[in-house]
């Protein structure tokens, strides 16, 4: 009974160091900077950011919209740089636009139509020593003249107002 109460205490005490190892260390989300580029929403990566300004590995992307407080997220576009592809590396202040082909990607979810009014989440997975992730988000909106413009939530003005956020 003694080993098994010294061999608990042991795993608790492992387990709170390796967490707060693991949070000592991590980063939160980088923030992209996203742009429109013919009409479609572009993720592009910053200058420069807490990682340093050298190019970033891609692992993968992502954009996912939030259909409710408990509905499931809806992929609406999803590729994976496998590790057997050669590397796929995005340079500071270069863009992936919405539905890009990527060399080497494998693509997990094609692009679909962006709905208008609708908030979206773009995030780009780092390979190789797996930095911190870097996200942000953008919502869609209709122009008077029919067209659409990519905004961000935070801009002046609250153009993401319509989409709910």
């Known amino acids: 009974m003694r080993k098994i109460l010294l061999s608990s205490a ?3 005490i492992s387990s709170l160091v390796f967490t707060s190892c693991a949070v000592a260390t ?3 989300p980088i923030r992209l900077d996203i742009r429109q580029i013919d009409g479609k929403p572009a993720a592009c990566l910053p200058a ?7 190019p970033i590995q891609i692992r993968g992307v992502g954009v996912t919209r939030q259909t409710g407080p408990v509905s499931p997220v809806v992929t609406y576009w999803a590729l994976e740089v496998p590790e057997s592809a ?3 590396y995005l340079k ?7 539905g890009q082909t990527v060399a080497g990607a494998v693509v997990r979810a ?6 208008i009014n609708k908030f979206y989440s773009i995030s780009i997975l780092p390979g190789g020593d797996y930095g911190p992730v870097y996200g942000s988000a953008f919502c869609v909106i209709r122009q008077a ?6 905004a961000t939530p935070g801009q002046e003005g609250n153009p993401c107002a ?4």
Do not use: N, Q, W
Request: proline share 10%.
């Open 92 to 98: 500071r202040g270069e863009c992936l636009v919405y």
């Open 86 to 88: 050669p590397p796929v």
């Open 145 to 150: 003249g029919g067209g659409v413009r990519i």
């Open 48 to 54: 420069s950011d807490d990682t340093g300004s050298d």
């Open 26 to 28: 991590s980063h939160g």
């Open 110 to 115: 094609a692009p679909r139509a962006l709905d």
């Open 10 to 12: 042991v795993a608790c």
């Open 162 to 165: 319509p989409a709910g956020h």
